[in-house]
C-alpha cells in the first residue's frame, strides 16, 4: 500500500525558508521518479518540481526556480524540498507524488507566507 506522508511545513515571514520532507514506503523508492505539486485556495493543483529516480535529474517550475529545491535520500526513502526567499504566493498545500501508473497522494503539508 502506497504511503506519502508530507511534513515540515508552516508559516515563515516573505523571505524565509522552510524544509519540506516526503516519507514514502509501499513501493520502490529508489527506482521511481518523483514530484512535488501545491494548490493554493481557489486554485489547481500545479507542478512545483521533479527529480528522476537516480536525482540527477530536477525541473522546476519558472515561479520557483532559483528557489526551490528538490532532493531525496535513496536510502531513507524520504523526499526533499527546500524553498528558500518565500513569497506570499507560495503559499499552498503541498504535497508530494510519486510517477506511478496509479495516482497516489498524501494529505499534504500547509505553508504559509506572511508577515
Known amino acids: 500500500q502506497v504511503q506519502l506522508v508530507e511534513s515540515g511545513g508552516g508559516l515563515v515571514q516573505p523571505g524565509g525558508s522552510l524544509r519540506l520532507s516526503c516519507a514514502a514506503s509501499g513501493f520502490t523508492f529508489r527506482v521511481v521518479n518523483m514530484n512535488w505539486y501545491r494548490q493554493a485556495p481557489g486554485k489547481e493543483r500545479e507542478l512545483v518540481a521533479t527529480i528522476n529516480s537516480a536525482g540527477s535529474i530536477t525541473t522546476y517550475a519558472d515561479s520557483v526556480k532559483g528557489r526551490f529545491t528538490i532532493s531525496r535520500d535513496n536510502a531513507k526513502n524520504i523526499l526533499y524540498l527546500q524553498m528558500n526567499s518565500l513569497k506570499p504566493e507560495d503559499t499552498a498545500v503541498y504535497y508530494c507524488?510519486?510517477?506511478?501508473?496509479?495516482?497516489?497522494w498524501g494529505p499534504g503539508t500547509q505553508v504559509t507566507v506572511s508577515s
Open positions: 507524488n510519486p510517477d506511478l501508473l496509479q495516482i497516489y
